[in-house]
């Protein structure tokens, strides 16, 4: 009976003692509550004591948070949409003034900073235009947003670590105009190309067409110039070989008239007998006669 009772006081001990202690871990901070009221926040990482019953820890999570919200559409100053996605990087930086102003509650949290980003964010592409959001200013916008967002989230506890824009699209019902005007606009740029690669072709063709009239008229100026030269030369050299022997050259030409003549086996001529084409051949036959 005794042993049990024992027992039955161990126990009892033993579970008051569990429910007197708790631990926080290194990535956690704490609040201890006594009968619902906040005792004491920001609680470190260790072991520590509470009354049973009477007081109650609620655990928090000190990591770095990340905030991935859905795109969400923008105006900007040429009055056009945008789809901006973005995520915040950010951490509870004063645990009771942020349990009293979401009582702890993770998304809430999100939610709220959520809102606080998309209002800045409609601020900074309010007074930019596209060009200059996509292009030159995405950086300033991020830095202007990490301060202004850590100014209104101190009155949730939260410190904002980092701001990142991941991308900044058109809506699909504006990129497919977008699209289709920078088609058109390309259509005629290659246009434009192939219009002045074509007038430069043509160009070259002319250019080419006249080079090769000019080469060929030198070349035939040429080659006249040499022939005439060549007949020239031919001509003294017949005149030379006349005058050392009239009457063989003139029996040489009429040999080379009389082969052109008779070149082939169905040639006539028709001449009167007396012809001087024939006279080497009359002398020929007198001299047999004689």
Do not use: C
Request: glycine content about 4%; hydrophobic content about 40%.
């Amino acid at each position: 009976m005794k042993l049990r009772i024992l027992g039955i006081v161990v126990a009892v001990a033993a579970l008051l003692l569990y429910m007197s202690t708790y631990t926080v871990q290194q990535d956690q901070r704490a609040i201890l509550f006594k009968l619902g009221v906040i005792k004491q926040s920001d609680i470190k990482p260790g072991l520590h004591f509470k009354w049973p019953l009477i007081e109650t820890v609620r655990k928090f999570d000190a990591r770095l948070l990340t905030l991935n919200s859905q795109p969400e559409r923008f105006l900007t100053s040429e009055k056009k949409n945008v789809m901006v996605d973005f995520f915040v990087k950010w951490r509870i930086a004063n645990l009771d003034q942020y349990y009293r102003s979401t009582r702890g509650d993770e998304q809430r949290a999100m939610t709220r900073l959520s809102q606080i980003m998309k209002d800045g964010l409609r601020s900074e592409f309010g007074k930019r235009t596209i060009q200059e959001a996509v292009s030159g200013e995405r950086s300033e916008i991020m830095n202007t947003l990490n301060v202004d967002a850590n100014k209104a989230a101190q009155q949730l506890g939260i410190h904002v670590k980092d701001v990142r824009i991941v991308s900044i699209d058109l809506p699909s019902e504006v990129a497919n105009s977008v699209y289709k005007r920078m088609e058109a606009e390309r259509a005629r740029v290659a246009a434009d190309f192939r219009a002045r690669g074509k007038e430069a072709a043509e160009r070259i063709r002319a250019d080419a067409d006249r080079e090769r009239a000019v080469i060929l008229a030198n070349a035939y100026k040429q080659s006249q110039m040499l022939r005439g030269q060549g007949d020239a030369s031919a001509a003294e050299i017949y005149a030379k070989s006349y005058d050392q022997n009239p009457s063989f050259y003139a029996f040489y030409r009429s040999l080379q008239a009389y082969r052109q003549s008779f070149d082939g086996k169905n040639n006539v001529l028709v001449l009167e007998p007396d012809s001087q084409f024939f006279r080497f051949f009359n002398q020929a036959e007198g001299t047999g006669k004689r």
